[in-house]
């Protein structure tokens, strides 16, 4: 199955800027509609952003569209998370998400059981 592996967490000063990167372990994932959430402590996972399987097509949660962009790079088989602008209140554990569905409606990404795969996230921590 469908490996994810999260990377470019760390910590970083608030208003600075971090580019997360989600790895897939086959390329068949290439096509799959992708998505950020991230969780913190006691909290439950939101969501961020998506991205269609083609890239064609993106989605924001609403609080993050000025700040936040997904992209992809089917050469490589990863997607792209990068952030702008962190306030103290993104830390948080970041996770991709992969869905089977090619193409990619804002309805559905917000909704964590619309994704096959899930990575294992990566940490966020923002310096005030």
């Known amino acids: 199955h469908v490996q994810l592996v999260e990377s470019g967490g760390g910590l970083v000063q608030a208003g600075g800027s971090l580019r997360l990167s989600c790895a897939a372990s086959?390329?068949?994932?290439?096509?799959?509609?992708m998505g950020w959430f991230r969780q913190a402590p006691g909290k439950e996972r939101e969501f961020v952003a998506a991205?269609?399987?083609?890239?064609?097509?993106?989605y924001y949660a609403d609080s993050e569209k000025a700040r936040f962009t997904i992209s992809r790079d089917t050469a490589k088989n990863t997607v792209y998370l990068h952030m702008n602008s962190l306030k103290p209140e993104d830390p948080a554990v970041y996770y991709c998400?992969?869905?089977?569905?090619?193409?990619?409606?804002?309805?559905?990404?917000?909704?964590?059981?619309?994704?096959?795969?899930w990575g294992q996230g990566t940490q966020v921590t923002v310096s005030s």
């Open positions: 998400a992969a869905s089977y569905r090619t193409s990619w409606l804002r309805m559905w990404s917000e909704s964590q059981s619309m994704y096959n795969y």
């Open positions: 086959e390329r068949t994932l290439s096509s799959y509609s």
């Open positions: 991205i269609s399987g083609s890239g064609d097509s993106t």
